[in-house]
């Protein structure tokens, strides 16, 4: 009698092992912090900016009413 | 409000007309007014509203906001550095400089302000505004914390906590409830907000501080793009004193103050599941002469200083809320719960 042969099931990889989960939250946090310095270097680019359109107003209001 | 700022794509976003997504998907364009807290524009059409403020014409560029949490998911992201190259004179080649920048300096977390018993009210409200100035104000066009303010005030003390740990650039409504979160527990200090409607150029702006009442006191935190629309110094001996600084404060930009809204007192428990009371006391000043908006301000301050008011939310059924001590025959014409004042009633 042959052996019953079992059909052996593909184990499905889906369930993140530990390793994975750090590794991902570890991927997390470096785009967190690219994210934040790009962030603020936009911020500072987008303060000047608003700070010179601010004094050219000024600047005009201020000759609109010579 | 805002002033001649980068933001101000007049001519897409008066393309584009003005609405309120009431999406709560994490690319909503939300039409609002960031810059109600700055005082010039460069072009009329400078404004925006953080979601969950009343539906009101506004004159202003729309921002977005990020609901999905952080890192910031891709589509908010992509749409942040859109609008900057849009409104930026240098466009993509700024947007290309930063991202594509290899290196780029590390902004310091700034330390959350630890309160120690030996520190005054005043030092203590330095600090703390002395913090959210350290985070910068948010001149991107995307707000990076979505506040809702209708919110229990609960959820908005978490959404508190995040903006600490996240560590990014704010605007105004988010320094409120900074604010709140980080002088809850200092029970000799009251905090309600304070929400001012103005306009210039025949658009409207809207912008919030967070008042602050201290042994007499009256004063304010909060962020704005222009420095004499934020903190003000626990200085004031009258609420109506402190809003004619910022109502003159407003006027030095050619800003009307059209209305102004005055909250209760939020409770410092910051478990407590009712909203704050955003605009308990509503005053239009266009209306309302110089006098008489003074004499409905120090009411309320009395009236706040008593504890006699409470919040809509608060209160029971209709019926019991028609009686009460401070209702006036305004409060009745209007809403049981909110005061109104269009004009004096002289009956």
Same mark, same amino acid.
């Given at each position: 009698m042959e052996p019953t042969c079992r059909?052996?099931?593909?184990?499905?990889?889906s369930t993140p092992t530990r390793g994975d989960r750090a590794k991902q939250k570890s991927a997390q946090q470096e785009l967190k912090q690219r994210q934040r310095a790009e962030i603020y270097a936009l911020n500072k680019v987008m303060t000047e900016l608003e700070q010179q359109q601010f004094e050219a107003f000024c600047k005009q209001m201020q000759s609109q009413g010579e | 409000m805002t002033g001649p700022n980068a933001t101000s794509t007049c001519s897409p976003a008066a393309k584009m007309g003005r609405h309120r997504s009431k %999406?709560? %998907? #994490?690319s909503t364009y939300c039409n609002s007014s960031p810059g109600a807290e700055s005082a010039t524009l460069s072009t009329p059409n400078n404004a925006g509203r953080s979601s969950g403020e009343e539906d009101e014409k506004d004159g202003g560029v729309l921002f977005y906001v990020n609901r999905t949490g952080f890192p910031i998911e891709g589509v908010t992201w992509e749409r942040m550095w859109t609008h900057v190259a849009k409104v930026h004179p240098d466009g993509q080649d700024m947007v290309s400089k930063i991202r594509n920048a290899a290196y780029l300096p590390k902004h310091p977390v700034p330390s959350v302000p630890n309160f120690k018993p030996s520190m005054s009210v005043p030092a203590w409200l330095l600090a703390i505004q002395n913090y959210m100035k350290a985070l910068q104000y948010n001149h991107t066009g995307t707000q990076f914390f979505e506040i809702r303010k209708t919110r229990p005030l609960c959820g908005l003390m978490e959404t508190a906590r995040e903006m600490i740990r996240e560590s990014l650039p704010i605007k105004c409504l988010e320094a409120v409830i900074l604010g709140i979160y980080l002088t809850? #527990?200092?029970? %000799?200090v009251e905090r309600f907000p304070i929400s001012f409607k103005t306009q210039f150029s025949g658009n409207h702006f809207h912008h919030v501080v967070l008042g602050v009442y201290c042994n007499g006191r009256y004063g304010t935190l909060g962020m704005s793009r222009r420095q004499d629309l934020m903190d003000k110094a626990l200085t004031f001996r009258t609420l109506s004193e402190l809003v004619m600084e910022f109502e003159d404060s407003y006027r030095r930009y050619q800003h009307t103050l059209k209305k102004v809204k005055i909250g209760l007192y939020v409770p410092?428990?910051?478990?407590?599941f009712q909203p704050i009371e955003w605009k308990y006391l509503v005053l239009n000043a266009a209306r309302l002469g110089r006098e008489d908006m003074r004499k409905e301000l120090e009411k309320h301050g009395r009236d706040m200083r008593m504890k006699i008011l409470k919040s809509s939310s608060a209160q029971s059924p209709i019926k019991e809320r028609t009686? #009460?001590?401070?209702?006036s025959p305004h409060r009745r014409q209007s809403s049981p719960q909110r005061r109104h004042i269009h004009r004096r009633d002289k009956s």
């Amino acid at each position: 009698m042959e052996p019953t042969c079992r059909k052996d099931k593909v184990k499905l990889n889906s369930t993140p092992t530990r390793g994975d989960r750090a590794k991902q939250k570890s991927a997390q946090q470096e785009l967190k912090q690219r994210q934040r310095a790009e962030i603020y270097a936009l911020n500072k680019v987008m303060t000047e900016l608003e700070q010179q359109q601010f004094e050219a107003f000024c600047k005009q209001m201020q000759s609109q009413g010579e | 409000m805002t002033g001649p700022n980068a933001t101000s794509t007049c001519s897409p976003a008066a393309k584009m007309g003005r609405h309120r997504s009431k %999406s709560t %998907s #994490g690319s909503t364009y939300c039409n609002s007014s960031p810059g109600a807290e700055s005082a010039t524009l460069s072009t009329p059409n400078n404004a925006g509203r953080s979601s969950g403020e009343e539906d009101e014409k506004d004159g202003g560029v729309l921002f977005y906001v990020n609901r999905t949490g952080f890192p910031i998911e891709g589509v908010t992201w992509e749409r942040m550095w859109t609008h900057v190259a849009k409104v930026h004179p240098d466009g993509q080649d700024m947007v290309s400089k930063i991202r594509n920048a290899a290196y780029l300096p590390k902004h310091p977390v700034p330390s959350v302000p630890n309160f120690k018993p030996s520190m005054s009210v005043p030092a203590w409200l330095l600090a703390i505004q002395n913090y959210m100035k350290a985070l910068q104000y948010n001149h991107t066009g995307t707000q990076f914390f979505e506040i809702r303010k209708t919110r229990p005030l609960c959820g908005l003390m978490e959404t508190a906590r995040e903006m600490i740990r996240e560590s990014l650039p704010i605007k105004c409504l988010e320094a409120v409830i900074l604010g709140i979160y980080l002088t809850n #527990g200092l029970t %000799s200090v009251e905090r309600f907000p304070i929400s001012f409607k103005t306009q210039f150029s025949g658009n409207h702006f809207h912008h919030v501080v967070l008042g602050v009442y201290c042994n007499g006191r009256y004063g304010t935190l909060g962020m704005s793009r222009r420095q004499d629309l934020m903190d003000k110094a626990l200085t004031f001996r009258t609420l109506s004193e402190l809003v004619m600084e910022f109502e003159d404060s407003y006027r030095r930009y050619q800003h009307t103050l059209k209305k102004v809204k005055i909250g209760l007192y939020v409770p410092h428990d910051p478990h407590v599941f009712q909203p704050i009371e955003w605009k308990y006391l509503v005053l239009n000043a266009a209306r309302l002469g110089r006098e008489d908006m003074r004499k409905e301000l120090e009411k309320h301050g009395r009236d706040m200083r008593m504890k006699i008011l409470k919040s809509s939310s608060a209160q029971s059924p209709i019926k019991e809320r028609t009686r #009460g001590k401070s209702l006036s025959p305004h409060r009745r014409q209007s809403s049981p719960q909110r005061r109104h004042i269009h004009r004096r009633d002289k009956s």
